[in-house]
């Protein structure tokens, strides 16, 4: 199957573009796999670990008004707890909605009960003065569910830990993978180019040592390319314009060797003689302009 050079060099620049996109491909893979474990673990566990520090500290800020008043003998402000109590119940409906670890449905169960029964009864003593039993019961559950705050804490902090170790696995193996990747896409693009510029070159110094030969009249220069492309062609066109160049030089020599031992002859007869060698001449420098330009038009 005949291929022009053309065709060569611009299926060339396509596989080259083809190693290139193969290498993003990857490198896109590796960094969306990479991005989506990280995403993973601020979205789920982080946030875990924020709605259970704010529950706590609500729930402290509760028991610290209930305490101050007590001490003070004086009436809690009702609105400000139901306010914190509702902050509270906020930030447990939106950890119930962020599950994702093993365990952690049935924890968040157990702190949304006992927050019911804790808020129920913190709902009742407020705006009233607190005995030493009420605070006492209030103390005892604020404890209970920080104690479960503290395990959902731990939870998704130990995922956090896991999941970031296993990032950090996956981000080591995919450098391992685009570094054998990319060197083994390196070791092809750079044996293409390096016989693709082997192919170019050593047909272009032949070609060019050619043309040196055939300039210097050594017209017994000739050219033999492999294969079927414009090159090959070159080189027939090439031999065929040394072929008839030397022919040409064969018969001008004879010529003139006749019309060197005829000098004392004619001289009508030597004109005649040098005129027909003249004749010759320009049809040879037609032909030459012939042919350089088939191979320009090749080219």
């Known amino acids: 199957m005949k291929m022009s050079i053309r065709t060569k060099f611009t299926l060339g620049m396509i596989f080259i573009f083809l190693i290139i996109l193969v290498l993003l491909g990857f490198s896109a893979f590796y960094l969306n796999k990479l991005s989506k474990k990280t995403s993973a673990i601020l979205k789920e566990n982080y946030l875990s670990l924020v709605y259970a520090r704010e529950i706590t500290e609500e729930i402290s800020k509760v028991n610290l008004d209930f305490t101050t008043a007590f001490l003070e003998n004086k009436k809690t402000e009702k609105q400000q707890i139901l306010k914190t109590i509702e902050v509270v119940s906020q930030s447990l409906e939106a950890e119930k909605n962020n599950i994702t670890e093993p365990g952690e449905d049935k924890l968040v169960a157990s702190i949304e009960a006992g927050f019911s029964e804790y808020s129920d009864s913190v709902a009742k003593a407020a705006g009233e003065n607190l005995s030493a039993k009420q605070l006492l019961y209030f103390q005892q559950k604020a404890e209970i569910l920080q104690q479960q705050l503290v395990l959902l804490s731990q939870m998704n902090g130990k995922a956090i830990e896991m999941k970031t170790d296993d990032a950090k696995i996956s981000s080591k193996n995919a450098l391992t993978g685009m570094?054998?990747?990319?060197?083994?896409?390196?070791?092809?693009?750079?044996?293409?180019?390096?016989?693709?510029?082997?192919?170019?070159?050593?047909?272009?110094?032949?070609?060019?040592?050619?043309?040196?030969?055939?300039?210097?009249?050594?017209?017994?220069?000739?050219?033999?390319?492999?294969?079927?492309?414009?090159?090959?062609?070159?080189?027939?066109?090439?031999?065929?314009?040394?072929?008839?160049?030397?022919?040409?030089?064969?018969?001008?020599?004879?010529?003139?060797?006749?019309?060197?031992?005829?000098?004392?002859e004619d001289p009508d007869d030597n004109v005649e003689e040098l005129q027909d060698v003249l004749i010759r001449i320009k049809s040879i420098e037609k032909q030459a302009e012939e042919i350089l330009s088939k191979i320009k038009n090749n080219g």
């Open 179 to 264: 570094t054998i990747l990319g060197s083994f896409c390196f070791l092809i693009a750079l044996s293409f180019i390096y016989s693709f510029a082997s192919y170019f070159n050593e047909r272009f110094l032949q070609l060019y040592n050619g043309i040196k030969e055939i300039v210097s009249s050594n017209y017994g220069q000739r050219l033999y390319f492999d294969g079927v492309d414009e090159f090959y062609e070159i080189s027939l066109l090439f031999n065929q314009m040394a072929e008839k160049l030397s022919g040409e030089q064969t018969r001008d020599s004879e010529q003139l060797s006749f019309l060197t031992s005829a000098e004392n």
